[in-house]
């Protein structure tokens, strides 16, 4: 059995009531309902939030609702507590379950073909134990990353690296893409995933996308880019 999992907490305060804001007449947090809804490979949905009005669009959609304890409130819980606390609930009541299709409640750029083509991947290949969907840098690959020290821009990390000016001589660099998070429930007891997704296992394998940055929601920026997302939808729909 395979399920996915939507996090999406209230309190939001980049966007006043993010996950329920309405982008394109749809509260935010339909839009990875529905991608799961569209999924074949997706047994059931759940929702865990702390927030009515995000729960009311869940059940809405069909989706079961996990409320987070008090202590899983708030804006400085470690996500992967969440999501450990989400995949246990689950398991106790569907032990049947597999492998869970994590989403974030806060994207539009996902569809029920992605999370598919994870699940099959993971099908497939029982050596692995996760496939997480990433980006390639170009202009903000880590070697160009700066912080600020004293005022004044520095290197970030090793201040005494050499880097070329020709971002074609780096080695490839991958970032996560807020699309999805598939894994094997089991994964959730261990702290041994590429970090800070500890809750992904050891194994875990890319889907690249090609995308210019992360996908998920947290400035009116964002809110335009995702709408012009839904505006070209479906033909771009696996970028």
Known sequence: MHVAII????????ITDK???QVQGQPLVAY???AALAARRVSKIFVSTDGQSIAEVGREMGCEIIWRPEELCGDHVNHGEVIKHAVEWVDERYPQLESVVLLLGNT???DGELIDDSLQILEERPDLDSVMS???????HPFRSLQIKDGLLRPYGDENRQVSTERQSYPKAYYY????WTFRKGCVQHHDGPNPWWWMGKRSYPIVRNWVTGRDIHTHLDVSIAEWWLANYPEIRRL
């Open 7 to 14: 996090t999406a907490r209230a309190g939001s305060k980049s």
């Open 19 to 21: 996950n329920v804001y």
């Open 32 to 34: 990875p309902i529905q």
């Open 108 to 110: 539009v750029m996902i």
């Open 134 to 140: 990433v980006w390639e840098a170009a202009d903000d």
């Open 177 to 180: 893409d807020q699309g999805i």
